[in-house]
C-alpha cells in the first residue's frame, strides 16, 4: 500500500491500523475524525497478509478521484513491520493509541478497561493525561481467546456466548486464576453436568473477575469507566463488570476499533 498523492485540492483522509495476534483493524477518517472507512478481519497468523486485506477492504470504499490518503499510522505488536511496509509516519505503542482514541470520544475518561484476543490492559487518565497502567501478558485467562477456547469446547459460536450466557439462571462459578485450572474446572462442570448456558455465564464472570484480581490490582478505578477491545462487544462481560464494580460501563459502538482510531488521530496531527 503506497500512500495516495493526488494533489492539495483533494479532501485529505487519515489511515489507522492496529494490527495484534488475533486481530487486525484498521479505520480511515476524515479531517473532523468521522471515521469512514474501517475493517476488522483475524490476523491468523499473517499480518502483512490481514493488512493487505485491511486495506483494500477500506480503499473499496472510498473514491480516490475525490480523496487522498496522507498519512498512515500504525499500532500493536506488529506496529514497526507494518509501518515499515506501509511507509507510516507514527508508529505508537497500543495503550497510547487507544488512550488518544477515547479521550478524543470521552474527554472525561478516567479509566479505560480493554481486552483483545490474547492481552489485557488498564489505563487511567487524569485531566486528558494517562496517569497509569498495567497489562497482563502472561495468562489468558482474562482475554479473547480464553473465551474463544471455552466456547468451541461447549461448541457455542463466538458471536452467540453473550446470548446463552444471558439465558443462564444458575451461573456456574469457573476457577479462572489461570486457563490450566479453567480447563480442568471447565471439564469437571460439563461432566458433572451442569447446564452449558450455566457455565458460558460463569466463564463470561470469570473474565471479569480475573481481570479485576490482576490486570486492575491495585489500581484506583474510578468512572467513567471506557471498555475497548474485542471482548467489549460480549454485552455478558460487560455486565459482570458493572456488577463487579459497581461503576456504569460505557462501550462505544467502535470500541473493537479504538486503537486503529486513535493512531489514525495520531497520524492525522502528525501532519500538522
Do not use: W
Not at 480442568?184 to 450455566?198: C, F, N, P, T, V
Amino acid at each position: 500500500m503506497h500512500i495516495i498523492n493526488l494533489g492539495d485540492e483533494m479532501n485529505k483522509l487519515y489511515m489507522g491500523i492496529d494490527i495484534g495476534s488475533i486481530s487486525t483493524k484498521g479505520v480511515i477518517i476524515d479531517e473532523y475524525d468521522n471515521i469512514i472507512a474501517s475493517s476488522y478481519l483475524y490476523t491468523e497468523g499473517n499480518p502483512i497478509k490481514a493488512v493487505k486485506n485491511v486495506v483494500k477492504n477500506m480503499r473499496e470504499c472510498i473514491d480516490l478521484n475525490k480523496y487522498q490518503v496522507v498519512s498512515v499510522g500504525t499500532t500493536g505488536s506488529a506496529r514497526k513491520l507494518i509501518g515499515t511496509m506501509l511507509g507510516a509516519n507514527t508508529i505508537k505503542n497500543e495503550i497510547t493509541a487507544h488512550a488518544v482514541g477515547t479521550i478524543r470520544l470521552y474527554p472525561n475518561v478516567r479509566t479505560i478497561f480493554e481486552i483483545g484476543g490474547q492481552d489485557s490492559k488498564i489505563t487511567l487518565v487524569n485531566n486528558g493525561i494517562v496517569s497509569d497502567y498495567a497489562m497482563n501478558t502472561l495468562c489468558a485467562a482474562g482475554t479473547g481467546a480464553f473465551i474463544s477456547s471455552l466456547s468451541k469446547r461447549l461448541n457455542v459460536k463466538i458471536e452467540d456466548v453473550a446470548d446463552v450466557a444471558f439465558s443462564s439462571e444458575n451461573r456456574v462459578n469457573i476457577a479462572a486464576r489461570c486457563t490450566v485450572f479453567a480447563e480442568s474446572d471447565l471439564i469437571h462442570k460439563i461432566q458433572a453436568g451442569y447446564r452449558k448456558e450455566d457455565i458460558i455465564a460463569g466463564v463470561c464472570r470469570a473474565v471479569a473477575m480475573n481481570y479485576i484480581n490482576n490486570v486492575a490490582k491495585g489500581k484506583k478505578i474510578i468512572s467513567p469507566i471506557v471498555f475497548n477491545g474485542g471482548v467489549s462487544k460480549n454485552a455478558a462481560v460487560v455486565k459482570a463488570f458493572e456488577e463487579i464494580t459497581g461503576q456504569k460501563i460505557i462501550v462505544n459502538k467502535n470500541s473493537h476499533l479504538m486503537g486503529a482510531f486513535g493512531i489514525a488521530l495520531m497520524a492525522k496531527n502528525s501532519k500538522k
